[in-house]
């Protein structure tokens, strides 16, 4: 079984929509990470968690917010998805003792209409 | 200026070939650096960690030029299965706690 995992893989909402991102890990890290991949652009920080009750802006958070529910989980929320939010969107972990290593989920992949 | 920049490629070599890769940096206090592997449609994986002194691990060979800030990343013996997207990327200094990638260069080797 894969340490993180992100449901769902792939979504296509309408614009104006709520739509959530999940990410669960079973590599009992403190540290979780949401990035979006856009071609030529690379991965960006959207938000960042270093336990339950530290969760920290990333370079790119308008437009979206984040819930830590458990050690294990930290979800991303679209509140209002827009067109320019279409991007693969990573979820990642690390170790506290070594944030610089980084495991990555499997991605998904969001199409706002 | 991005933070970190890397030329996307492709870069189209045959099997056995060597290629080099470069990425250059903007943030002089950036202190960690690696490179990173991405599969079409797939996550990042750490490839290898870079050192001030350069590190090899098998084919792979990685440097660092603190003075130019630029790291690059050396290929040996190319093989079909390295063909990827290979990540440049950097963290910047005491305080910020994430990492800046590059938006990658593509290699495609070729039979």
């Known amino acids: 079984d894969a340490d993180v995992t992100q449901t769902p893989r792939n979504r296509i909402t309408k614009t104006g929509k709520r739509i959530m991102l999940e990410c669960s890990q079973t590599?009992?890290?403190?540290?979780m990470y949401w990035y979006r991949q856009d071609p030529g652009l690379g991965l960006r920080l959207i938000y960042y968690s270093f336990d339950v009750k530290d969760i920290n802006k990333g370079e790119i958070s308008d437009g979206y917010s984040v819930s830590r529910q458990a050690q294990a989980k930290f979800s991303l929320s679209l509140e209002s998805a827009i067109p320019n939010q279409t991007a693969l969107y990573f979820c990642?972990?690390?170790?506290?003792?070594?944030?610089?290593?980084?495991?990555f989920g499997p991605g998904t992949r969001l199409l706002v209409l | 200026r991005k933070e970190v920049e890397q030329d996307p490629g492709p870069f189209n070599v045959p099997e056995g070939a060597t290629v080099a890769f470069n990425c250059t940096y903007s943030n002089s206090a950036s202190q960690s650096f690696f490179w990173y592997r991405q599969d079409c449609r797939k996550e990042p994986k750490l490839l290898m960690s870079?050192?001030?002194s350069g590190n090899e691990d098998g084919r792979f060979t990685a440097q660092l030029n603190r003075a130019s800030q630029y790291i690059s990343l050396l290929i040996r013996d190319s093989k079909l299965s390295d063909s990827a997207t290979y990540l440049c990327v950097v963290n910047s200094g005491t305080g910020r706690r994430a990492l800046t990638f590059g938006s990658g260069t593509r290699l495609q080797v070729q039979p």
């Open positions: 590599k009992g890290h403190d540290r």
């Open positions: 870079v050192y001030s």
């Open positions: 990642a972990t690390s170790e506290s003792r070594d944030y610089r290593l980084q495991y």
